[in-house]
Each structure stands twice: as structure tokens, then as C-alpha cells.
């Protein structure tokens, strides 16, 4: 395994058994306040610090790594599954249900993606499902355009021509030929989509439209503490630290330089 994806592997390996065990594994709670204990810098009772309400920084570090990845695997998820499908759907098909699926894709697109779930958030303001549907909406366009493209040619290959004259059936060629053709171009997409998921939730609870206070979220957590900055410099630089770190982690565990095409 190269380093790079070596260094990123075990990043993601840290940042997701961070997520699993969550404050709850310290006996920590993110939410509790503190006033007496404003801004403390890190100690052995609090080891990232408190923030400006005394709440504990490694409690609510935790709280927010469980939330954005949680929610940006589950948009991803369900963004890859409808997309993919459809995308195979049209590619063998062909006719109305490909050109049905292309438009509909082609509607999502016509909308900016930012600007859908920012609609969504209007509607559900703080609601952490708003912000899911947004962004798996956006995402599966990518999946339909990927996976109906290189299906195409797949379907049309020798290897494939030839089980279809051997009589086997449409499972056993998807098994065998399209999807191991097309695993890579998903997980590339899907790491794409992690990371856009990711810096998405933070952006958007940056400028108060996404989740909303006292949710423990690294976005919502740049705003609360950007005015302490010079006081306390070492808060606001572990969200943005955590989100850096996530995002550079994706990309080298998945040996990513540009988008599949």
C-alpha cells in the first residue's frame, strides 16, 4: 500500500472509531455548561479545552465527527444506490425509460445544488434530515451520469455478447461483467461524495443556515467560537482542523486526483 493511502486509511480509520465511541464511551456530555469554566485551555480535566459557555471541546469534537459522518455516508448511500440502478436501468433499456431517467436527471442539474438544499433548510430550518435530502439529492446525478455512460459501452463489449449467446441471464452478466466494471468509478464518486457532504454541513452551519445551535457540529462550532479567536485560538482551530483532516483523509485512502469520467 503506497504511503499516502496508508497515512489516509489510518486517519479514517481514527476519525471513524472516534464517531463509533462517541462522548458517550468518555462519560462525557457535550452539552453541559459550565460558566466558571469559560475558554479554559487544554488540561487534564478538559484535554481540548471548554469553549465560551464551558462546555468540554472534546466532548462536542466527538458529538460533531459521530454527526458529519454519519449523515455524509448515509447521503452517499443513498444517493449511490438509486443512481447506480438507474443509471444500469437506462443503459440496458434504452428508449422511454432511459429518456425518462436522463430527464429527470437533467432537472435536478438545471437546479443548483447548493441552492436545493438550501431550500430544503428553509423548510426545515435545523432539521438534520433537510440537509440529508439536500445533499443526496444533488449527489445521485453524478452516479446516474457515470454509471449509464460506461454501462453503455460494457453492454455492448464481446465478453458481454457472448454470455447473452450462451444463454446466460441478465443477473449473471450484471454479477459477473457490469458491476466489477464499475465498482472503482463508484467508490471514487463516492469518496467525491463524503467529502462534498462533509464541507457542505460545515459550510452551511457556518453561515447559520444548516444545523443550528447548541448542536455539536464543526460548522456551527467555527461560528460559535470565530469571535474568541484571539482569546482562545486552539477552539476554532480544531473544528476546522477535524474538517481539514477529513476531507485530506478521503482523498489519500482513495489515491484521488480528479473525478472519474
Same mark, same amino acid.
Not at 79 to 87: E, R, S
Not at 173 to 176: E, H, S
Given at each position: 500500500m503506497p504511503l499516502a493511502r496508508g497515512i489516509g486509511v489510518t486517519l479514517l480509520l481514527i476519525l471513524g472509531l472516534a464517531a463509533l465511541a462517541g462522548p458517550e464511551s468518555f462519560a462525557l456530555d457535550p452539552a453541559k455548561q459550565s460558566l466558571r469554566e469559560t475558554l479554559q485551555p487544554p488540561s487534564a480535566k478538559h484535554v481540548f479545552g471548554t469553549d465560551h459557555l464551558g462546555r468540554d471541546m472534546a466532548a462536542r469534537m466527538l458529538a460533531a465527527t459521530r454527526l458529519s459522518l454519519s449523515l455524509a455516508f448515509l447521503?452517499? &448511500?443513498s444517493?449511490?444506490?438509486?443512481?447506480?440502478?438507474?443509471?444500469i436501468l437506462a443503459a440496458w433499456r434504452g428508449g422511454l425509460s432511459e429518456r425518462l431517467a436522463g430527464a429527470l436527471a437533467d432537472a435536478?442539474?438545471?437546479l443548483p445544488g447548493l441552492l436545493l438544499v438550501l431550500m430544503?433548510?428553509? &423548510?426545515a430550518p435545523g432539521s438534520w434530515w433537510a440537509l440529508y435530502v439536500g445533499i443526496a439529492l444533488t449527489l445521485w446525478v453524478e452516479y446516474f451520469r457515470f454509471t449509464r455512460q460506461r454501462a453503455r459501452i460494457l453492454l455492448a463489449s464481446p465478453a458481454i455478447e457472448a454470455s447473452r449467446l450462451l444463454g446466460f441471464g441478465p443477473s449473471h &452478466? $450484471?454479477?459477473?461483467h457490469v458491476l466489477p466494471e464499475l465498482l472503482p468509478g463508484i467508490v471514487t464518486l463516492a469518496a467525491f461524495g463524503i467529502a462534498t457532504s462533509v464541507t457542505a454541513m460545515a459550510a452551511l452551519g457556518f453561515v447559520s443556515v444548516g444545523l443550528r445551535p447548541p448542536t455539536a457540529e464543526w460548522g456551527v462550532m467555527m461560528t460559535q467560537l470565530l469571535p474568541y479567536w484571539r482569546e482562545a485560538?486552539?477552539?476554532i482551530a480544531q473544528p476546522i482542523t477535524c474538517l481539514v483532516v477529513t476531507v485530506l483523509a478521503v482523498y489519500l485512502?482513495?489515491? $484521488?486526483t480528479t473525478r472519474p469520467t
Open positions: 447521503a452517499v &448511500i444517493a449511490a444506490i438509486p443512481g447506480v440502478a438507474l443509471g435536478i442539474l438545471a430544503l433548510a428553509a &423548510i &452478466i $450484471l454479477r459477473r485560538p486552539w477552539l485512502a482513495t489515491g $484521488l
